[in-house]
């Protein structure tokens, strides 16, 4: 369906606003179904990023400055996400030795737990979304969007 139909515009639309309602529409979409697919774990997505960054890890600490340059939205509160996976046990922080000043965060087993059992779930949701592209659309896709974004 096209942007004009799904936004019932009988307006005529230049291409880069087009495109710019097209790039949000999808984020919209993909955002409001992976949500459904955290509700019943009680974790948001920004929660679920911070889990996968400390994953990535490999049982090495992560500081705030590295998961917050790692973060999708650059605009997370990432101290008040870490505080609240401590309160559901899904993380550790602690003091670094070195520098008291840092404060070292590492997944706990529950934490590694809970991403094991959305690994498929989350795996599907990406699948859903590029079923209807050839390889090479995907590929395509993916140029032309870092393409547009690199400006």
């Given at each position: 369906?096209?942007?004009?139909?799904?936004?019932?515009?009988?307006?005529?639309?230049?291409?880069?606003?087009?495109i710019i309602l097209n790039v949000l529409y999808t984020q919209n979409v993909i955002i409001e179904n992976f949500n459904e697919?955290?509700?019943p774990y009680e974790i948001?997505?920004?929660q679920y990023n911070v889990l996968r960054i400390l994953r990535g890890q490999k049982g090495n600490p992560a500081n705030m400055c590295v998961i917050q340059d790692r973060m999708l939205a650059k605009t997370s509160n990432t101290t008040r996400l870490v505080d609240k996976l401590l309160l559901k046990e899904y993380v550790t922080r602690k003091v670094c030795p070195e520098n008291r000043?840092?404060?070292?965060?590492?997944?706990?087993?529950?934490?590694i737990d809970l991403l094991s059992t959305l690994d498929p779930k989350v795996s599907a949701h990406e699948e859903l979304f590029s079923k209807n592209l050839t390889?090479?659309?995907?590929?395509?896709?993916n140029q032309l969007l870092e393409k547009y974004r690199n400006q």
């Open positions: 369906m096209k942007i004009e139909e799904i936004l019932k515009s009988s307006v005529p639309m230049d291409n880069s606003k087009k697919i955290l509700k948001s997505g920004e000043r840092k404060i070292e965060v590492l997944i706990t087993q529950k934490g390889a090479n659309e995907g590929l395509q896709l």
